[in-house]
């Protein structure tokens, strides 16, 4: 069973920063594609933070540009994202995505459960 397992939430106050991690495992025969991370907040639309294709492209909502930024070691099937300058707004659970795919096959998305990210003020 594939698994996105998230790691790095937790509280922080305005201004500080925090990392979050994901890593994927039990991909077995699957190879990673594009990976990212969401988010969501009560009473609000769930929304792409960043993502951060194969080979290294990144794009980021103008929300977060320039505070955050997504990484990923491939070796270690792992995303990163890396926030600084944090908000009380950024508050929300952050949610890991990847597309995998197999050889001769179209890619799928998997999700991790989400990891709570609360800033305070």
């Known amino acids: 069973q594939v698994q996105l397992v998230e790691s790095g939430g937790g509280l922080v106050q305005a201004g500080g920063s925090l990392r979050l991690s994901c890593a994927a495992r039990?991909?077995?025969?699957?190879?990673?594609?594009?990976m990212g991370w969401y988010r969501q907040a009560p009473g609000k639309q769930r929304e792409l933070v960043a993502v951060?294709?194969?080979?290294?492209?990144?794009n980021y909502a103008d929300s977060v540009k320039g505070r955050f930024t997504i990484s990923r070691d491939n070796a270690r099937n792992t995303v990163y994202l890396q926030m600084n300058s944090v908000k009380p707004e950024d508050t929300a659970v952050y949610y890991c995505?990847?597309?995998?795919?197999?050889?001769?096959?179209?890619?799928?998305?998997?999700w991790g459960v989400g990891t709570q990210v609360t800033v305070s003020s």
């Open positions: 995505n990847a597309n995998l795919y197999q050889r001769y096959a179209n890619g799928k998305d998997y």
């Open positions: 951060i294709s194969s080979v290294g492209s990144t």
């Open positions: 039990n991909i077995f025969s699957f190879s990673i594609g594009a």
